[in-house]
């Protein structure tokens, strides 16, 4: 009468985790434990809004008519025409650098079921954005005084 094996605790224990369930295990880990990065305060106060508003194209052509003093006629044909163009170079793969909007750089493109998908970043310059705050007017440099 042979004896069967009798099994060892090591035989009993869980399976063994192979390397990619390690490395699995550790990017879970890391991504949980993961913190914002805080960054320095910049020289110019840019406010960062708790919620992300979206400006809608009639609200951008009253900023662009208030601050060109175009007629909105006319500031409406030209945005429409910088827009279209804007896309249209973007849709093509097109990386475009325009100082006071900055460089946009295209990530990647996507084609959807109703849509070209274009993602990508712009990166602004820490100059352009101090000079868009900066007053035209030497009456605003100076501050209204009435002699």
Not at 26 to 50: F, R
Not at 113 to 137: G, Q, Y
Request: no cysteine; net charge positive; charged share 30%.
């Amino acid at each position: 009468m042979a004896k069967s094996p009798t099994k060892t605790p090591a035989d009993t224990s869980a399976p063994k985790k192979t390397a990619a369930t390690k490395t699995a295990v550790a990017k879970s880990a890391a991504a949980k434990a993961a913190k914002p990065t805080v960054v320095a305060a910049s020289a110019v106060d840019i406010p960062v809004p708790a919620v992300v508003t979206e400006l809608a194209k009639k609200d951008f052509l009253d900023r662009v008519t208030e601050t060109s003093g175009a007629k909105r006629g006319t500031a409406k044909k030209i945005v429409d025409a910088v827009l279209m163009e804007l896309g249209d170079a973007l849709q093509r793969g097109e990386n475009v650098n325009l100082p006071p909007l900055g460089k946009v750089s295209i990530n990647r493109l996507k084609e959807a079921p109703n849509a070209h998908v274009v993602i990508a970043k712009i990166r602004r310059s820490k100059l352009m954005v101090e000079a868009s705050k900066m007053p035209d007017t030497p009456s605003e440099v100076e501050g209204d005084t009435d002699d």
